[in-house]
DNA sequence: CTGCATCCCCGCCGATACTG
DNA sequence: CAGTATCGGCGGGGATGCAG
């Protein structure tokens, strides 16, 4: 694999910081794509204290449909961030909870978070700087 | 501002890791709906070793169209991860470079391309077994 | 309580053609 | 070289209703 040198005409790469990133099979963009959906991190931020029911969830993130509480679970889980436990009570209950790669990308969600938080502030400026000049 | 104690009923509020997020006005979200846009980190990373013209770019990211190369590229600008600059040549020619926010963001950046990476094959393996198992 | 099915809107993004 | 303008597909995601 990696075939570096003697590259085929036609597949398509471009080299950054010295690594060799393939566009049809860029592992970044693989994982990116999943996870930067509207409420994937914020779902795997809110599992970050410990496992939690469906309904508790709904409650943390009061904002989110019905159906894209499900779809982003089904979607964490089947990339391997959580896993769904299912109790056969009466009424059901379902709880979720983060693996081991769930917790590790915690590692690198949280500078992200708190990169987001404290550097708010000038992105907000500097958009109101450039709409005020142009526009 | 701030307010945690007596918050009116209609504000939509969640408590996560000890922080107060309210979601009308998150910060996490203005930050991330922008930068996860399909071109922009790669265009952020990009730009990591020094300023770049556009055709440079264009050529470092083939699969990028030259729509979606002057769009991010703006939307960059706005948010000030970098500058533009005109040099009246003839032809034209324009230069971009990272602002101290867009190098600020590449120590956020790094890590989860790294991330990325290193758990790319334990992703993949997560959804081969997931697709397996489910139908 | 925990879902799934359906409808539908809107914004991202690609393709293409044209300009100073 | 470095854009701008226009069209159109496609998919994410919200609203609503039904089910075990």
Redesign the pocket.
């Known amino acids: 694999m990696n075939k570096v040198a003697g590259k085929a005409q036609g597949e398509r790469v471009m080299v950054i910081d010295g690594r060799v990133l393939s566009m049809s099979d860029c592992p970044v963009r693989d994982v990116l794509d999943k996870i930067s ?3 994937s991190s914020l779902m795997v931020f809110a599992l970050a204290d410990g496992p939690r ?3 508790e969830l ?1 409650r943390l993130i009061p ?6 509480l ?1 779809q982003t ?2 979607d964490l889980q089947r990339d391997g961030y959580l896993t ?1 436990t ?1 109790y056969p009570t009466q ?4 709880e979720y909870r983060l693996t081991d790669l769930g917790r590790s990308f915690l590692t690198v969600l949280h500078p992200f978070v708190h990169w987001s938080a404290e550097n708010h502030a000038a992105i907000r400026a500097a958009r109101a700087a450039y709409d005020e000049e142009q526009g």
């Open positions: 959906g509207k409420w029911r469906f309904s709904r904002d989110i449909s019905q159906r894209m499900t679970l089904r769904r299912v009424p059901p209950s379902v």
